[in-house]
């Protein structure tokens, strides 16, 4: 099994930055993924950024040049810095990991954290 707990949402105006982080626990053998998951209300979750134990990154276009997603394997810990912030960027974001047993793939989720940007 593995834990992911989510840190660093809040409130922040247009323009501004915040950093997320991630901490993983558990059974972290074999994550090959990790990544950052957004849902605003109505609408369905969204990819925001994702990374491969290769270091690999992949980014939504909508935030593309504004967000980057890092990671610290020491810590078991990934990161996401959101700089120059928009009102459409407001939602709950969710850590997610990827990891492989027995050759399938297995997903796990944070409970969310949430980020509000104002105008």
Known sequence: QVQ????GGGLVQAGGSLRLSCAAS????????????????G?????????????RTNYADSVKGRFTISRDSAKNTVYLQMNSLKPEDTAVYYCNAERIVMGIPRN???QGTQVTVSS
């Open 4 to 7: 992911l707990v989510e840190s």
């Open 26 to 41: 558990g059974s972290i053998f074999s994550i090959n993924a990790m990544g950052w998951y957004r849902q605003a209300p």
């Open 43 to 55: 609408k369905q979750r969204e990819l925001v950024a994702t990374i491969t134990s290769s270091g």
């Open 108 to 110: 796990y989720w944070g």
